[in-house]
């Protein structure tokens, strides 16, 4: 504060005498409990003689402003300057000229990234139908439970999951559906006759319905996906463009600019977007919503709970059946005491289970990283008994510790999980074992969706002669899912499982070599191969048999799934091509950095990519050498994930661990990590509604949320930047307008 005296410190000016103490110091005399300077009886020009001013709290504002101050209530008036400071500064961007002249490589690379958007829009998905006969959620009501001690037996999609009459009051539909080249197909009620003699490689021979027209031949009842032959050969189609040196340059300058468009960007607008998000109240990054959208569900606890819980069923379960080993019943205690160690012996460093460690032996070794899932050096016993859903004791270990994390979800209130299963494909009875453990462990929380994976294992599966094909390992998968479809009254926990599932994921390792698919391919039923199909095998008859079933399931008025395979985690760029056609998003995509042009089509799609750095940092990619900052900057649709705590992760919450150590290495700021929690949202499976409660209002003609700052703390115009760059390069892509237009 200016002190009323200091006119009479002008002897002051020289610095030495201040310095070496000649002269008396300018705060000798400064009360700074009153802050002013001189004794009480100078201040008579201000206050009565001998009347010391009355003690003043701290305040941010200037004197004119206090009034108001009080007026509005405290600390409100806080928040209201600042949205006045923000709304007082403009929302400023860079124009780009230059004239619309393109050279002929930018029209037939931009004619190109078109077709291929259109040709995406036509193939993906379209899952999340709302379930019928079965109440949803109010959010409002969704959040005022979970609290920890009062469990409720709710789901984001039911308030009654576990109720039998839910099932058993739909009646059949009355379909025929069998499996044909790799893809079942459905017929109408009565329209299909028993099935006559194998054709090779495509099923029962069927008459067709010119020959049989009076004759009650087979009617399909949907439109079928997209040809086997058609997808490899639109695939290949893809990848010339994605290996084009004239498609890659212009990707990569596209891309450049997108990253120095957001550079000037946040410089133009750092101190608006930083205004805005102060005058939110109640929200910052701890309380938006943020979605796990990649977290494998036996590996969803950190490896401390799991010693933690071990410890506690050694201790007061020892004397309980739980495995069978060389004919012999083995207790808890036994196999203990087979591995020379007591409950006390038991310790994080022992069980050995993290992927990182100083010499890095899991780097490009995925098969040491699996083994990692064996605690004590290995030991599958363990895991058997406690991290498996079909064991001597029905997968109990697994349920209890599986609820105790979500309890620690409702606890953090703000976070939700969306958690894999595995389904083998080894026979049909897995899926009723998978829905039998779920159903009557009552596994349902209003933070938790479902997801199943399937491991690319038909060699393994071959191996041990659980299959004789590919096409019976599709069977296995897939047939189960119509039955249920079609008689859900037949199979009540499957079906009522199937109504928690919200997508289908692909899992393994992808950096195994392989051969590029070609056109024309042997089909399911002739892959009797001791070797696993190519990936885009994979993905297509995965999502060809899933586009079947939406469509009965939306007929039926059950929920759908969308395909969210793992892909781009190590291996060839067809992986990702393949993904780009038929996938509603992938996880991890690092090796999209290798291709500009597959890079710049994920971006101008806005494919949902599930990215874990620390993930990558123990198998295929050090952090620092991470593309997510770059991914983000640029404008693709990312979000983080934790993949596998149990392995990676040292803290309760790993997703919140995730978000940490990505702010800080790449010096992340509140907004963004708020836009990567609201992205996290929105690639997620959970119901309209709850996304429309935190995130913003569904726009149905435009098919896109809005955004509301109160619920997701990210400023609007960080939103209109994203929309108006994806806008301009889609328009820079359909080059000017012709004078007819």
């Known amino acids: 504060p200016r002190s009323p005296l200091a006119s009479q410190h002008s002897s002051w000016r020289d610095a030495r005498g201040l310095l070496t103490g000649d002269g008396a110091s300018p705060t000798e005399d400064f009360d700074w409990h009153t802050c002013r300077s001189g004794a009480p009886e100078q201040w008579e020009h201000e206050y009565g003689v001998g009347e010391a001013p009355p003690l003043r709290g701290f305040s941010p504002f200037k004197p004119a402003e206090r009034a108001e101050a009080k007026r509005l209530g405290g600390a409100r008036a806080a928040l209201e300057k600042c949205r006045q400071e923000a709304d007082a500064l403009p929302y400023r961007t860079v124009a780009l000229g230059g004239g619309t002249a393109r050279s002929s490589d930018e029209q037939w690379v931009g004619r190109a990234c078109l077709k291929a958007l259109e040709k995406r829009e036509k193939m993906i998905l379209r899952g999340g139908v709302v379930p019928r006969g079965i109440h949803t959620w109010d959010p409002s009501e969704l959040e005022s439970c979970g609290r920890v001690g009062e469990r409720v037996i709710a789901s984001p999609m039911s308030t009654q999951p576990f109720s039998p009459m839910a099932a058993e009051a739909l009646p059949r539909s009355g379909h025929n559906f069998r499996m044909e080249g790799g893809v079942v197909r459905v017929y109408e009620p009565g329209s299909a006759r028993e099935p006559g003699p194998m054709a090779p490689g495509l099923g029962p021979i069927l008459e067709s319905a010119e020959t049989n027209a009076g004759s009650g031949a087979p009617t399909l009842a949907f439109e079928q996906p997209v040809s086997d032959s058609d997808f490899f050969g639109l695939l290949h189609a893809l990848m010339g463009l994605v290996e084009n040196p004239e498609a890659n340059t212009f990707a990569f300058r596209r891309l450049r600019l997108l990253e120095e468009q957001f550079s000037i960007y946040q410089m133009l607008n750092g101190q608006k977007e930083l205004l805005t998000s102060r005058a939110v109240p109640h929200r910052d990054f701890y309380n938006v919503r943020k979605v796990d959208t990649h977290i494998h569900h036996s590996a969803c606890m950190n490896q401390k709970h799991l010693l933690r819980f071990m410890k506690k069923k050694f201790r007061e379960e020892g004397d309980v059946t739980a495995i069978s080993r060389g004919g012999r019943n083995l207790t808890l205690k036994e196999v203990l005491k087979s591995l020379g160690l007591t409950p006390h012996d038991l310790s994080v460093d022992l069980l050995d289970m993290h992927a990182h460690n100083s010499k890095n032996t899991t780097f490009y070794r995925f098969d040491k990283f699996n083994a990692k899932f064996n605690p004590i050096g290995g ?363």
């Open 379 to 741: 030991e599958s016993r363990l895991r058997e008994i406690f991290l498996k859903t079909s064991n001597k004791l029905r997968g109990r270990y697994l349920a209890e510790i599986t609820k105790e994390v979500m309890d620690d979800l409702h606890s953090s209130k703000y976070q939700m999980m969306e958690l894999r299963v595995s389904i083998y494909g080894k026979s049909r009875s897995e899926w009723k074992d998978l829905a039998a453990w779920w159903w009557d462990n009552q596994l349902a929380s209003t933070h938790v969706v479902w997801l199943v994976q399937i491991p690319k294992l038909y060699g393994l599966n071959k191996a041990r002669r659980d299959v004789e094909n590919f096409g019976e390992m599709l069977e296995n998968i897939f047939e189960p899912l119509f039955e249920a479809t079609e008689n859900p009254a037949a199979h009540v926990k499957l079906h009522a499982f199937l109504q928690q599932v919200v997508g289908f994921d692909m899992v393994d390792d992808e950096s195994v070599p392989e051969r590029r698919v070609a056109v024309n391919m042997r089909k399911p039923i002739e892959w009797d191969l001791n070797y696993d199909p190519p990936y885009a095998y994979y993905v297509y008859y995965v999502y060809a048999n899933l586009f079947v079933l939406n469509r009965f399931r939306e007929m039926r008025g059950f929920s759908g799934f969308t395909l969210r395979p793992h892909s781009g985690e190590a291996g060839d760029l067809d992986h990702l091509a393949s993904t780009f056609l038929l996938a509603n998003g992938v996880a991890h995509g690092i090796m999209l950095r290798k291709s500009p042009m597959l890079q710049y089509l994920f971006y101008l799609a806005q494919v949902p990519i599930y990215m874990s750095p620390l993930s990558n940092n123990v198998l295929f990619l050090e952090y620092r050498r991470s593309p997510f900052p770059l991914f983000f900057q640029r404008g693709l649709n990312v979000s983080l994930s934790s993949d596998d705590p149990l392995l990676i992760h040292l803290t309760k919450e790993p997703l919140v661990e995730e978000y940490s150590i990505a702010a800080q290495v790449f010096k992340l700021g509140n907004v963004d990590m708020c836009e990567i929690a609201r992205n996290s949202v929105l690639h997620s499976g959970f119901p309209k509604d709850l996304k429309e409660h935190w995130v913003g209002p569904y726009d149905a003609a435009a098919g896109t949320f809005g955004n509301d700052i109160a619920s997701s703390n990210v400023p609007d115009i960080r939103l209109r930047f994203r929309r108006e760059a994806l806008a301009a390069e889609l328009a820079a892509l359909a080059g000017p307008a012709s004078p007819r237009d």
